[in-house]
């Protein structure tokens, strides 16, 4: 598991690295910037999966916050892909069948 968070973090983007993009979880309690969301545990991935497309699903959330209706797209987005990629990882590779 620790091979699988220090892979991961090597394949964070420059991008990801550099600009300061940060969201206030409630439900962590505490501020994650985008690059830490490699390296959270399972659990604290969902919730904040959770946590941000609760904040996207809700219409007025976008006229009265933009700045964290636009931060939680950007949150939600890539945990996704980090969870997709976790997921990957753990599945079981298909045996050759070749002879």
């Known amino acids: 598991m620790n091979e699988q968070r220090l892979r991961m973090a090597n394949e964070i983007p420059p991008q990801e690295q550099s600009t300061r993009k940060w969201f206030r979880s409630h439900l962590l309690g505490r501020e994650l910037e985008l690059h830490e969301l490699y390296e959270l545990p399972q659990g604290e991935l969902d919730l904040l999966m959770a946590e941000t497309a609760e904040i996207r699903s ?42």
């Open 58 to 99: 809700d219409p007025e959330n976008r006229s009265r916050s933009h700045g964290r209706w636009c931060i939680a797209g950007y949150v939600l987005e890539l945990a996704k892909i980090v969870d997709a990629r976790r997921a990957s990882d753990q599945s079981p590779r298909p045996q050759d069948s070749r002879g």
